[in-house]
């Protein structure tokens, strides 16, 4: 038996992982944002 970790341990991330999912959040974010803005703008120009 080894007394390192094993490197298959699902309770530890590497940092590669969190800086994917913070770009995946970051990503979504983007997406989301201007989903709602264009969206605001088309109500408000067939509104007006």
């Avoid at 309770?11 to 989301?32: H, P, T, Y």
Wanted: aromatic letters at 2%; hydrophobic letters at 50%.
């Amino acid at each position: 038996m080894s007394a390192s970790p094993s490197r298959d341990t699902p309770s530890q991330r590497r940092i590669r992982e969190d800086v994917r999912d913070g770009a995946m959040v970051m990503a979504f974010s983007g997406l989301a944002s201007t989903a709602v803005a264009m969206a605001l703008l088309l109500l408000v120009r067939l509104a007006g």
